[in-house]
């Protein structure tokens, strides 16, 4: 089935013209599950319009749940995007300059499809220290909550969750945390400019380091799903990207000690979404481990670990255990893990209490 799956993606993104074979009405059930699984459902959704025309199509009762699914997909993402506009304009009145993070803001480099990807909280970086904005934010009247190294979860709206960032991620290991403080520094002012279609997003070049780091985080922490990997194939697909700007992002990588886990992802653009061509090497071993965890997981490992674990400590130790099986990629990440979660233990409970 995940190969079936492959292939109706691939004929939504443009890849392939037809499946290899017309599913069974049990199939194509399977096959919509599967989309659920992973966020796909509007992207998938747009495949199967194409396939309609071919007789490749699930049943009726199916066809118009996933078309009004669809339809749902579209009209969060009006709402997601007008709030992304109110909430900038919101903070920028208070003096602080921000960013759209992921989302809304990578949703841009889906062309035609962009309405079609599936949207979920709000994530905006901010040019603020973690006091000031929790300061300005709270005189606003808007709780704020959940705060961390990295980011605060703020409720300026009852339907959607705002996430604060006050740096678009960390790294356990010190030595590559401090390349990427340095990094972010250096990108920030132009990234707090950046205005595309009303809202302020990141550049190109930034979205290809910060993508895969979201991506490598999220593998190491909540479970990764096959849509932060299309947000990359999308963002290579953008016409604006020159061989120098993919070349510094891969100097970039391979400073943050990502090279490896890229050529992994170069190796799943290929094999799942139909890319032509890639920038980087391929590494087909850790691609195909890194796909194996993806498809078993799901997005934010919705398929197995939801209501896995009692605690947090539990699930912690469970999430420490399954990272050893990529420890010969991310040795320093994953030994530093224990030590540094510690410490940001410590830092939650002194911003929380």
Known sequence: MNDLFFELIQVSLGNRKSLSRAPSGKEWKALFEMAQIQSLVGITFAGVQILEAQGQCPDESLYFLWMGLSVKVRLRNEIANKQCIELQKRLSDEGIKSCILKGQGVALSYGKLSTLRQCGDIDIWVDETIEECVRKVRSLGVEVHNINIVHAK??????????????????????????????????????????????????????????????????????????????????????SLSEEKIQDAYRILKKLRLDEFASSIMWILVHVFGAAKVPWPQNEKGGSKLLAEVMRHGNFGIATRKNEYKNALERGLANFKRNLIFLPYFSGEILWSPIWKTWHWFFRKKYND
């Open 154 to 239: 703020a409720k300026f709206f009852k339907s959607t969750e705002v996430e604060i960032h006050f740096r678009p991620s960390c790294f356990y290991n010190p030595i590559i945390n401090n390349r990427f403080i340095h990094w972010i520094s250096e990108m920030k002012t132009e990234q707090m400019g950046n205005q595309m279609h009303e809202m302020v997003v990141p550049t190109v070049e930034f979205n290809l380091v910060y993508l895969l780091i979201h991506i490598y985080r999220h593998l190491l922490n909540e479970g990764v799903g096959l849509r932060q990997l299309m947000d990359y194939y999308f963002v290579l697909q953008t016409n």
